[in-house]
Structures are given as C-alpha cells and as structure tokens.
C-alpha cells in the first residue's frame, strides 16, 4: 500500500475534526473553526503537490466549515482559493466556486469585489469552455455592479467586451444597444471622447451585418448630431462607402473600401470577420442568362 502524502494526512485529520462528536466544554463552532484551518493546511498542501483538484476540494470542505461557524469573509474567501485551484484545468467547478464567492460578496455589500469575481467567470465562459452568451451575461453583470460602486470605466470595459462578443453570436440589436451606451458614457468626459468613433464605428458595421442599411444611415444621423466632429473622421467616411457598396451589391468597391482603411488603421480581428459577414451578405447583380 504507498504512503499517503502529507497533503492527505492533514485531509485525513480535518475530516476526523469535522466528523467528532462535541465534548461537554467545545461548541461545534469551535470544532468547525479548527476542521477549517485543518483543510485550508490540506489544500496547501495538495497545491505543492500539483494536486489542483484535490486542493480546490479541500478549500471547499474549509468555506463549509466557515459557513457553520457564521464566518462569511473568511467563507468566501475559502471559496475564492477554490476557484483558484479549480482554475487549473476544472473550469465547471471554478465557476461553481467563484458562484458561492460572489452570494458572499453580495451578501455583504462588497459589490466591487462580486463583479471582480463574476468577470473572472466570464473569462472562464469565454476562453475555457467558449459559452460566449454565458460570457456576455457574465460580463453584463459585472459592468451593473462596477457602476452601482462609480467604476464607470471598469463598467463600459465590461460592456465594450459584451457587445463584441454579442456581435460574434450574431446578437447584433444588443450589440448595438451596447456600443451606443459605452459611447454615450465616453462622451460625457474629455479623456475618453476619442474613443466614441471607434464605437460608433462598431454600432455601424453591426447593422451592415444584419443588411440593414437604412438602420446604419439613421445611426449615422444620429451620431453625427452627438458629436459634431464625427462625419469628419475616418470612420465615419469608411461606414459611408461601406454603405454605399451594400446598396450597390458592389463587392469590389466594398473589399477597395477595406483595404485602404486598412492601410492606415491594422483590422483587428473582430472587424476582419464581421467585414467578411457584412461581404457575403453583399448580393452581385447576377447576369441575364438569354
């Protein structure tokens, strides 16, 4: 039979502890306040032993513990180095985990640090099991709590990436309905009206995406009547040709418009593949076969 680890005979103890009976003169909170730094050494412990799993079940057997004891911050906490541990490989117990963080958080007012937690949940939707509506809910969450708590940049940060990741879903009425307050938000200071082209920019390109020119011609309209400067911009002659190629059905006009924003301003990705979306969507006026 091999040795157990040092990692398992702490676990071994810490159950022991949860599991006794109350004497005469301990309290079973007593009892559960030692259980849980008994697994909290355990956890450590499987964390030097590369045992991830193991050390995300220890720290949640230690938050269990806190629970009993009524200790919420130490429980949540417990919970937090959980999903740390789970983190590395379990993404469906993090996120259980960082779950149980953020009703603590709330619980006790700390709405800054539950939407610290719930955009790590909508990292873990979008990069580790790729469920970007879940992300976006996520991310949407997050963004409500940092402006209740005046994080207004942290918040449009949150909503920026939502609408993104909107977009990629094909969501593009949320999508819009989000550049449009990110860039309603940026408006109001110096330091980040530059950025509002960029989001009216998005706004627009989502609208082409759907084949709906006349929608991208209002916004157009509307968000020149915001910030006067706009029609001037890049961005806004780059909406326009774009536009005027949709209704053309001119796919080389559009792909020559693409190519010379290009020049000056690097595509990211997510402009490359909705400029793709919007150009499949452009129907060539077909031939005449007699």
């Known amino acids: 039979m091999p040795a157990r680890s ?3 005979n702490l676990l071994d103890k810490a159950d022991k502890k949860a599991n006794s009976s109350t004497g005469w003169f301990s309290s079973s909170s007593t009892k559960f306040e030692e259980a849980g730094d008994l697994y909290q050494q355990a956890a450590n412990a499987f964390k030097l032993e590369n045992s991830f ?18 200790e919420m911050n130490e429980a949540a906490n417990a919970w937090w180095n959980a999903a740390k541990a789970y983190k590395r490989g379990y993404p469906d117990l993090a996120i259980q985990a ?13 709405f800054r640090q539950a939407a610290d ?3 790590e949940i909508a990292q873990i939707y979008w990069h580790e099991i790729n469920d970007l509506r879940k992300a976006c809910e996520s991310l949407e969450r997050a963004g409500d709590w940092y ?4 994080a207004t940049a942290t918040a449009n ?11 990629e879903i094909e969501e593009y009425p949320q999508a819009i309905a989000r550049y449009e307050q990110v860039a309603n938000h940026s408006l109001t ?6 950025s509002v082209k960029e989001y009216w920019l998005r706004s627009c390109l989502c609208a082409l995406a759907m084949k709906d020119v006349v929608t991208a011609k209002r916004s157009i309209t509307k968000y020149s009547s915001q910030d006067t400067t706009f029609t001037s911009t890049r961005e806004c002659k780059f909406v326009n040709v774009l536009m005027e190629a949709a209704e053309a ?16 301003t690097n595509l990211d990705n997510w402009k490359t593949a909705i400029l793709l979306k919007i150009k499949r969507g452009i129907v060539q006026d077909e031939p005449d076969i007699l």
């Open 147 to 150: 402006s209740q708590e005046d």
């Open 189 to 194: 200071s110096a330091l980040t009206k530059y």
């Open 117 to 119: 937690r719930e955009k």
């Open 6 to 8: 040092p990692a398992q």
């Open 53 to 70: 799993r193991e050390a995300g079940d220890a720290f949640a057997r230690e938050a269990e513990c806190r629970e009993k004891c009524k």
């Open 157 to 167: 940060a949150c909503f920026k990436e939502a609408a993104d990741l909107h977009a």
């Open 98 to 110: 960082l779950t149980q963080t953020i009703t603590h958080l709330t619980h006790g007012g700390r």
């Open 249 to 264: 059905g001119d796919q080389e006009m559009f792909t020559g418009a693409v190519v010379e924003y290009d020049k000056i």
